[in-house]
């Protein structure tokens, strides 16, 4: 007998289950799996060592792998880009995972860093500009992660490539951004609001640890903060009905209008009709 296994995001799962098909089949052979608990990543860690006759140098040190990731969407490939680099630096002769090897990695964030550069390196000259765009709106001014949905970050990523019509140039972007997904680059979510997918960087250690994107916030960090200012009025004013009370005026605005004639990446629809 042949058995046919085959594995999906969670976030293509009801696009399937639509198609006649597969729909019976998905109903009935569906397996979900969740992200692994701590104990379950721990094991995951340390067994494959042990079947290879290998251990850590101390019980300490895959506890503290793990702990940098447990609870986050995507803390196995996380923990697994980290674990294959350390494996790259173990001690042969003593069988050993060291913990100094682990600090020269930087931990997640430098195996994170490694995995960034080898993902833009194989991407074209379009893709690569699209990655600066989506990087430079999915992070805030005070260096943490923001989340937009796809739409939205289709809407400001896509004119920065120069050759075809809108909707060729938004595909175009739609497929740089599921390589950074399927990279795990990105994480993909439903949307608190319920509408679209909600996308944000995988790991804030990848903000201050991949020398790229620290370059890339350095260029952008006297516009991220009226950018975030924006976004955020912006989303007060659709959740409050569009109040115009809640309109900018004044010195605000104009800060606001001397920003807008200098910063050349995108803004939302919602934030255009805002402003």
Known sequence: QVRVVITMRDDFLVAAAQLQALRDVISTNLQ??????????LRTLTEPARS???????????RDMVDEVAGLPAALPLLS??????????DRELKLMTRRAYRALGGVGGALSKHADTTLEGMDDD????????????VTAEGTRASLTRAELLQVSSPVIADGS???????ADSALEKLISARLFTAKEAESGKGEAIEVVHEALLSSWPQLVAWRAEDAENLRIR???????????ERGRNRA???????????????????????EHEAEFA
């Open 81 to 90: 880009f980290t674990a294959a680099q350390l494996w790259n630096f173990r």
């Open 32 to 41: 979900i799996l969740t992200t692994p608990m701590h104990g379950d990543l």
């Open 246 to 268: 809640l309109l900018w005026r004044g010195d605000v605005l104009a800060e606001y209008t001397l920003w807008r004639a200098r910063f050349a990446g995108q803004i939302t």
């Open 52 to 62: 290879a006759g290998f251990r850590f140098e101390d019980d300490d040190l895959p």
């Open 228 to 238: 975030d200012q924006l976004r955020a009025a912006t989303r007060q004013w659709e």
């Open 166 to 172: 809108v909707e060729q140039k938004r595909e175009r």
């Open 127 to 138: 893709e690569r500009l699209v990655t600066r765009e989506l990087f430079r709106h999915l």
